[in-house]
């Protein structure tokens, strides 16, 4: 008796636990452009399409889903934004920015992952974040910068194209490793900030890298 009734609490803790689980999963629904001020998981349900910006982040510890979907603007503003105040905490993840000044512009926060996003059409620039942060899996494309980072960042498996003025940039002591540039002639593909860091294992075509530190492995000329 005292087994079957040890069953019948585990039953039903799992069950409980199955329940609770997908809820927590899904966070808090993105229905149209707007400011998040609590920290936790935001999930956008729909296209967006704007003038000017977007999202505002102002909250630390944010997570914001995009789940393939796009928002896409007139030109103006930015598709994602700290509000020109520091957060620190923020992911932002799979989707597309495309049509504005700026896709991702979190450059005064910190502590920041991007990941699995493609930043397309944005006149200024298609990522720029601030320090201690991790890109990785994105692509930029057709920007005027396409990926920008401060200072620590880590910058993996990006891809970046045709951007006007600078396709990956990064502050000092950076780790820019398995990108693949493919960039206007002229153009300075990848570069540093000229203090440490690591730049290895890249592919750049059409343009050079310019950088310092520990610099291995390339496919790609140096400036």
Do not use: Y
């Amino acid at each position: 008796m005292l087994k079957r009734l040890k069953i019948i609490i585990w039953g039903f803790l799992l069950c409980s636990l199955l329940l609770v689980g997908p809820v927590d999963a899904i966070g808090a629904a993105i229905t149209k452009c707007q400011t998040i001020t609590t920290p936790g998981l935001h999930v956008l349900v729909n296209n967006l399409v704007t003038q000017g910006t977007c999202i505002v982040i102002a909250s630390d510890f944010v997570t914001l889903e995009l789940a393939g979907f796009t928002i896409r603007g007139n030109g103006t503003g930015m598709a994602i934004t700290d509000g020109n105040t520091g957060r620190k905490g923020i992911t932002v993840r799979n989707g597309v920015v495309t049509n504005f000044d700026f896709g991702v512009d979190l450059a005064l926060s910190n502590s920041i992952v991007v990941e699995g996003v493609k930043a397309i059409g944005n006149s200024n620039a298609g990522f720029d974040v601030g320090t201690f942060c991790i890109l990785i899996n994105n692509i930029a494309e057709g920007n005027g910068t396409g990926i920008h980072g401060d200072a620590f960042c880590n910058i993996i498996n990006n891809i970046s194209a045709s951007n006007q003025d600078s396709d990956i940039a990064c502050g000092p002591d950076c780790t820019i490793v398995n990108n693949t540039v493919f960039s206007n002639p002229g153009v300075i593909s990848i570069t540093n900030g000229f203090t440490g860091g690591v730049v290895r294992s890249n592919t750049v075509s059409g343009g050079c890298i310019m950088a310092s530190g520990t610099v291995i492995d390339n496919a790609g000329p140096l400036c």
